[in-house]
């Protein structure tokens, strides 16, 4: 049965922070992708809920949270998910970080490791140092506002091969225009960190699930932004995770296969 989801702010020495709360039980935190929103995990909130408290939050910069005064480094944004945990009194949860929010929460794992019970990893590409200019230039000078509209319309092309359906597409281009005329927070944090999440993630030891979809890479992988070959890293970072790998599941699958990302997350966790 799916449960209702609420909303609120979290108020910080940087600015707000919206999430997404429900269920109760044994928490879990989810962190989305970028330029996505807690909206991600619209689908799979709910259903989730039936079997645990379940808390998302927009990564500030993207969604209904206030842009960060400042350039974020990925270890601020652990640090204000930990202020998210603490506002609500959860000592210690598991972690489910989607691209972005993997690497946040690798990061959560390794420098709070008393904090965090078990770790999702969901298709969290690797990066060589041409890729990773690549992605901070573009994440630098963020999306940008034209006279003629025509910035509305490459939103809209931008992954319409890939997301299946009009309304999810909407939803993502909502997400885009969030973010539009300054740097995407999340995406320059991600830069700055990635060549250095090798030496991080060696330091999780919590138990760890490496999620994918077998069609994540391609958009990446088109667009010049990521390879094949760079992709074996977090199993020998993290020697003791397990890996799965979702058949027909690309960057947007826990919109598009919920109830398979469900079962998935409920059978690590239960374990």
């Known amino acids: 049965m799916s449960q209702r989801i609420k909303r609120a ?24 992708m970028t330029p996505r929103s807690s909206d991600e995990f619209q689908e799979l909130m709910p259903i989730l809920a039936a079997k645990k408290l379940v808390i998302a939050m927009d990564l500030m910069g993207l969604g209904d949270s206030d842009k960060p005064p400042r350039v974020y ?9 930990i202020a998210l945990l603490d506002e609500l009194g959860i000592k210690k949860t598991s972690i ?14 390794a420098t709070y490791p008393e904090r965090v019970d078990k770790l999702i990893l969901c298709n969290v590409i690797g ?11 573009s994440y630098s000078q963020g999306y940008q506002i034209k006279e003629d509209g025509s910035h509305l319309m490459e ?24 973010a539009f005329n300054s740097p ?24 760890t699930l490496i999620l994918s979809g077998d069609q994540a ?31 027909g599941g690309n960057l947007w699958m826990v919109n598009q296969m919920p109830e398979e990302v469900l079962k998935v997350v409920v059978d690590f966790l239960e374990k």
């Open 9 to 32: 702010f979290l108020d910080t020495e940087d600015g707000q922070i919206l999430y997404r709360i429900g269920g109760e039980g044994e928490p879990i935190l989810l962190l989305h």
């Open 73 to 81: 480094s990925v270890k601020d944004y652990a640090k204000t998910a």
């Open 96 to 109: 489910f970080g989607s691209l972005t929010g993997g690497y946040i929460a690798g990061e959560m794992a």
């Open 127 to 137: 990066f060589d140092e041409e890729e990773k200019d690549k992605i901070f230039k």
């Open 155 to 178: 939103r809209w092309l931008a992954r319409v091969s890939y997301v299946g359906t009009e309304e999810l597409n909407h939803r993502c281009v909502l997400d885009d225009l969030k």
């Open 184 to 207: 995407v927070y999340p995406g320059v944090a991600v830069a700055n960190y990635c060549l250095s999440a090798q030496e991080r993630f060696r330091l999780i030891k919590c138990p």
């Open 217 to 247: 890479l391609e958009p990446l992988e088109k667009a010049g932004l990521a390879k094949a070959e760079n992709q074996s890293w977090l199993q020998e970072v993290i020697p003791h995770s397990q890996r799965i790998q979702l058949e």
